[in-house]
């Protein structure tokens, strides 16, 4: 099995992210799927990790390696991992550079910056765009959230498993897988 990420992307959601994080909390601790989750929301596996997803032959019984529930308040751009290159959606330019800064504060620390009013700036066509709204070679699509659960080293959700998830938060969830291939 590879290094990816499993992102479950919220759409709908009414709570506020602190809400959100906490419902997500209390509902993957409860069905076993993920350990107590500590400040910055990084979790590990339940007891019963695996069953949140996919099987394989020859998987081990763990369902992930690790996870997250982020909350904000801040908006972040996601993903922030497995990018290798983003380009100017208008001139193509490549403004990888200029996007990892936009998206990090001062210390180096990405996910800790509100991203909202953040513009990163094309040096060639001298255009400002949205951490989102840049074009990844490996990624396809960027969100600005202030709320998501992701997995490393997982498979893809179980689809009802899922439809229970997304009953228990009361939104929707989409999934968006990232990795090297
Ligand atoms: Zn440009």
């Known amino acids: 099995m590879g290094t990816n990420s499993v992102y479950l992307m919220p759409f709908g959601s009414q709570l506020t992210a602190a809400e959100y994080a906490g419902r997500a909390k209390a509902v993957l601790m409860e069905t076993g799927i993920i350990s107590e989750p500590d400040e910055d929301g990084i979790f ?4 019963r990790s695996t069953e949140a997803f996919q099987r394989e032959p020859g998987d081990d019984e763990y369902g992930f390696e690790l996870g997250q529930i982020f909350s904000g308040p801040h908006f972040t751009v996601a ?25 990090q504060d001062e210390e180096g620390n990405r996910n800790e910056k509100d991203l909202r009013e953040e513009r990163v700036m094309c040096p060639k066509c001298g255009c400002g765009f949205r951490p989102d709204e840049v074009k990844g070679e490996t990624v396809d699509k960027f969100y600005l959230t202030d709320r998501f659960v992701c997995f490393w080293n997982a498979r893809w959700p179980k689809r009802e498993w899922l439809a229970d998830f997304d009953r228990r938060m009361e ?7 990232y990795g090297w291939t």
């Open 79 to 103: 993903p922030d991992e497995y990018v290798d290159a983003v380009f100017c959606p208008r001139c193509e330019a490549n403004i990888t550079e200029q996007w990892a800064s936009a998206i």
């Open 44 to 47: 590990y596996n339940g007891k």
């Open 171 to 177: 939104c929707v969830h989409e999934v968006f897988e």
